[in-house]
């Protein structure tokens, strides 16, 4: 027989919103991380907030629903909000009740941008890794790191010279056109009108120059887990530089580690600062013919090249890719959606985060 369709509403629901979420979904091992994490975070949340005004939306309630922003590639935070609103798997995450109201989306934007601007991420991250569980997961010895451009919320039409010339004609609308043929346009004479932090900056010959920064990651080589990562603005030797830095001051304990890196590590002065630090280099071999038709001279020594850790090690820093790949497609941060580096960096270490977060709950149910 046929059933009926019935559009009533109760008044009154008896059903806790924890029975809805089926119990091996996979975002019940992510929250228990989370939760986890945010509990040894409390006492430094607790630091970030005054005890006089009104309350703001409490710090879990700001980071958890990021994470999702991530996890779900939402593109708004107003997106976000509307989300959250019906649905309830969104709702359980966060922590909020069938009966609990959703904040503005403004209002929420502007709480999170605080929040983070204390640099969080980079303070859940390293909790993340610290747990115990977690720990026995990463490598002490054997890393690599890479980096990759990260476009700018500007248009290239936003690029002028900084002395005031160069505006556009008023003529064509809002966005008046502009001719850019044969006008010579560098860091050291134009900016961004709109993120002045963002640089232009081309990956290599033939490629278009981009509004951009430069997203760095270290990674260990055991499972592939991003251990640190950083935004700087674009240069020539921004990778090596961050690479130094992030070695310096994530690497455990004193002893020798390796560094895999690809051929744009192969730089006399990198290798070097590497050795000092008793860093083994493991970086591919630049060996381009010049102008010349000379081969270019390798920075890596035959005796670094002749080890069975090398190639292993060339192998495994490819992996830093998936971590690229899964942060600018599902992380959204391929063009971010904020302006200035502390904003820009912020958005990159949670998104770092929320990659680990995806990848952590299967390693750990087969870790023996």
């Not at 935070?77 to 649905?87: C, G, K, T, V």
């Not at 700018?152 to 502009?178: L, Q, V």
């Not at 992030?246 to 051929?263: E, M, N, S």
Request: net charge positive.
């Amino acid at each position: 027989m046929r059933g009926e369709q019935r559009r009533s509403e109760g008044l009154f629901s008896y059903i806790r919103l924890e029975e809805r979420i089926a119990p091996d979904h996979p975002l019940r091992a992510i929250l228990g991380l989370v939760n986890e994490v945010l509990a040894a975070l409390s006492e430094r949340l607790e630091e970030l907030y005054s005890h006089t005004g009104r309350p703001s939306i409490a710090p879990e309630y700001l980071l958890r629903a990021t994470l999702l922003q991530a996890f779900f590639t939402i593109r708004s935070e107003r997106q976000l909000m509307e989300q959250i609103d019906y649905n309830l798997l969104f709702r359980w995450f966060v922590g909020l009740s069938m009966d609990d109201a959703v904040w503005d989306a403004s209002v929420f934007s502007k709480n999170r941008d605080r929040l983070l601007e204390a640099e969080v991420a980079r303070e859940f991250l390293s909790t993340l890794l610290s747990l115990p569980k977690v720990k026995r997961l990463l490598s002490s010895d054997h890393f690599s790191v890479d980096g990759t451009l990260i476009d700018a919320w500007a248009s290239i039409k936003s690029f002028r010279p900084k002395d005031g010339s160069g505006e556009p004609p008023t003529d064509g609308g809002r966005n008046g056109e502009r001719n850019f043929r044969r006008e010579k346009r560098s860091n050291d004479t134009h900016a961004s009108t709109t993120d002045p932090d963002a640089k232009l900056y081309r990956k290599g010959d033939g490629q278009e120059s981009r509004l951009c920064y430069i997203g760095h990651v270290l990674m260990e080589n055991r499972n592939g887990i991003a251990v640190a990562g950083d935004v700087t603005q674009a240069n020539g030797t921004a990778e090596r530089n961050a690479a130094l830095d992030l070695i310096d001051a994530h690497r455990p304990g004193c002893g020798r580690i390796t560094l895999g890196g690809d051929k744009a590590f192969d730089v006399e002065d990198f290798v070097q600062a590497l050795r000092q630090r008793k860093v083994t280099p493991h970086i591919a071999i630049d060996g381009h013919l010049t102008k010349t038709g000379k081969r270019r001279k390798t920075a890596i020594d035959k005796r670094t090249l002749h080890h069975i850790g090398y190639d292993i090690s060339q192998r495994c820093r490819k992996r830093i890719e998936e971590v690229f790949g899964w942060i600018k497609t599902t992380g959204g941060v391929a063009q971010v959606k904020v302006r200035g580096l502390p904003k820009v960096q912020a958005v990159f270490a949670f998104a770092i985060l929320a990659y680990n977060l995806i990848r952590l709950p299967k390693l750990l149910a087969t870790a023996p």
